[in-house]
């Protein structure tokens, strides 16, 4: 007998080996047996899905609101990499949310894209994990002083200034605002946000050099039909040069200036005040950027600059940099995008598919390599490209030999499709508790696979092979099911079950009808349970949340005898055993000792068995040499085996675990007695009673420590099944590896129970199931 206890449902994900385990019957519904293990990690709403092969591996590339992307192994579930995020602003400490993530495979290489809240769109290596890149915003190519530049656009509003050459940036203009042409040389305008006034500035952009500066605007009046700037007086450490482009200018002349902001020209007056006498003021201009003696640009609170007089036109030629800038471009017919590496390297990507090309998109080359300047302008964007996944406006074209399609519905469900007929195919795939926001298809182990992208932070994964049907209706208990144990009735096995809703019911092991009317009314919730027979009598022992044990009929529901007093404080485990040839139980409690009771006198046997420095949390039972004993594990973090016969301990406590051990079970390995302790370290390690020493290596990655642990056999072999979260995983203790495919469930498994021949008796919430191992 081995003891199980209950955790908060926590999930790893399954491998996608042959089923090792049938459903024999069920009370409700069969778990749909599409539905594999969730991938559990986000912390956030899983917004976008995509598929690859990484080394001819199957995996999944998530993007989630919690700001990260995530790769999956969807062979064994686990993550390939340490999560990756984009940009953090350090203003704000925020960093930016992931919007979309789309997948390609670029000369033999796999590689994720993914778009954030910032605008960027980052490229990731899905075999090293590491970045390979950022997407440039592409503005326009142009020849500046008989160099060919192409002008790109940072996410964080710089532009740069590139040569095509030599495939180097020349120059870079910070918080960009507008391009425009003026006097025959191209200029761009900049916008200093970190300024209250937010300050225009006019550079040349092939020298670099800055024209003019903004002037603060001291009011802003309407007279006549026209717009009036009053501006302040040039700053008296204006150069020389600014000066000789304004005439009869005195510098540091204190004077103010009216500026006609339809034509950017001056409005010469002895008094800007006298001449703005009957006009109506009007607020929102902050600054007039003048050049050569014109207003050329003013600066707008709250917007973006505005280009006046001489480039009035510009403006109306799309001159605003963030409206021009666009991540793709047409190259010789085809849309292809540029990046830059973290060495400054930028390279052309050729973002069209072509299912024609064995190793899929391409690396045109780094700008410069060919010693060639390629003709770069941008052009509109084609919904077949890679560019229209990784905009997040869809999943991109699918595989025409694809026999189904998935859909998701208002419902939030998945509905699997017949391509041909467009009809349901079997019921929808239903688990997430939230939005379904994206789907992605892969084939894993020769099988298609779906995974599903939701608000409740998980992506799930489904077999599409299966088929479901409805099952039965459900007829047993209507609180989560707590306690499984299994005994002998009328020379017929059966499960005993123990609810939430204070019941407990007896069910046929072969046929699953429960055998007799419930017994109700228990008294509290059971958190332990076993069987034994007393005076030739089958009784049930449960524990709850006190001290007390209580025996009953599972048939009639009586109570033979007095409970028994424990003085435990808590029980927190129970097994059943048998010592000199009376039925005993040994108890665990929270006042960190065990004790044995007889069942026939509801009295102890013999004095507590002390020992351990916290409380007692697991206990199981086994034969060592012909003899009793029990195993127990605690939260002082060691695991004790104690001879029932004496009450004395054997040998000094194993040790191993880094943190409170949950549960424990035993089972024989090749004739040898085993221990299996489960610990919050996530670990689960076999122990030989014989030689008192841990054998193999561990298991590990088990986040749901507190999940039930019991060795049934899968065949000829002794198995461990252990609760994780929302499945069944299997373990091989004499092999030391895993055994066969977890078996995934609806809800979080609560109890395990073995049962004869072989079979796994599971609960989650309310509902039970019992598997058996494969046939073959």
Known sequence: MSETSTGAPDDVNAPLDDPRWTVQWADGPVPDQRRLRPLIGHGGPVRAVATALVDGRPVAVSGS????????????????????????????????????????????????????????????????????????????????????VLLTLGADGTLYVGDLLTGRRVTAFPSAAGLATLDGRRVVLTVDDVD?????????????????????????????????????????QQTDQQTAQEPGREPGRDEQRLWDLATGEPVETASADAALLGGADRTGVTTVTVVHGRAVAVGLDGEEPRFIGPLALARQNGALVGARARETAVLDGRTVALTIEADGTQRIWDLTDDRQRVNGMRVIGALGASGTAPSFPPGPEQDADLWHRISGRGNGPSDSGDPVLLTVEQDDTVVVRDRATGKPVGPPLTGHTGKVWDVATAVVDGRPVAVTAGADHTLRTWDLTHTHGAGPARTGHTGTVSAITTAVLDGSPVVVTAA???????????????????????????????????????????????????????????????????????????????????????????????????????????????????????????????????????????????????????????????????????????????????????????WDLATMRETGAPLTGQTDPNGPVVVTFGGARPVVAIGQGQAVRFWDPAAGREAGSEYALPLPAGALAPAPGGRLVVAFGPELTVLCPAAG
């Open 196 to 236: 209250v006034d937010r300050t225009v500035r006019v550079w040349d952009l092939g020298t670099g050099d800055q024209l003019a500066r903004s002037l603060e605007v001291v009011r802003t009046v309407e007279l006549e039909g026209r717009v009036l700037a009053v501006t302040a007086r040039e700053p008296a």
């Open 65 to 148: 609101r919690d700001n990260t992307v995530r790769v999956w192994d969807l062979a064994t579930g686990g993550q390939l990499h340490d999560p990756v995020t984009g940009r953090t602003d350090p203003v704000s400490s925020m960093t930016a949310e992931v919007l979309s993530v789309a997948t390609a495979v670029v000369d033999g290489r796999p590689v994720a894209f993914s778009l954030h809240g910032d605008d960027a769109v980052l490229v990731w290596d899905l075999a090293t994990g590491r970045a390979a890149g950022e997407f440039v915003r592409l503005v326009e190519s142009a020849v500046l002083d008989g160099r060919r």
């Open 500 to 686: 939430a809703d204070r019941t407990l019911r007896v069910w046929d092991l072969a046929t699953g009808r429960q055998v007799a009317d419930p017994v109700t009314g228990l008294e509290g919730e059971v958190t332990a349970m076993v069987t034994s027979v007393v005076d030739g009598r089958q009784v049930v022992v449960t524990a709850g949340s006190g001290d007390i044990l209580h025996l009953l009929d599972p048939v009639g529901g009586e109570h033979p005898g007095e409970p028994v007093a424990t003085h435990h404080g808590r029980v927190l485990a129970l097994a059943a055993a048998t010592l000199a040839g009376r039925p005993v139980v040994v108890t665990a409690g929270a006042d960190r000792t065990a004790a044995i009771w007889d069942l026939a006198t509801r009295r102890p046997v013999g004095e507590p068995l002390t020992g351990h420095t916290s409380r007692v949390t697991a206990v199981a039972t086994a034969e060592l040499a012909g003899r009793p004993v029990a195993v127990t594990g605690s939260w002082d973090k060691t695991v004790r085996l104690w001879d029932l016969t004496t009450g004395r301990p054997i040998g000094e406590p194993l040790t191993g675990h880094t943190d409170w051990v949950t549960s424990v079970a035993t089972t024989l390995v090749e004739g040898r007695p085993v221990a299996v302790s489960r610990s919050r370290d996530k670990t689960v390690r076999v």
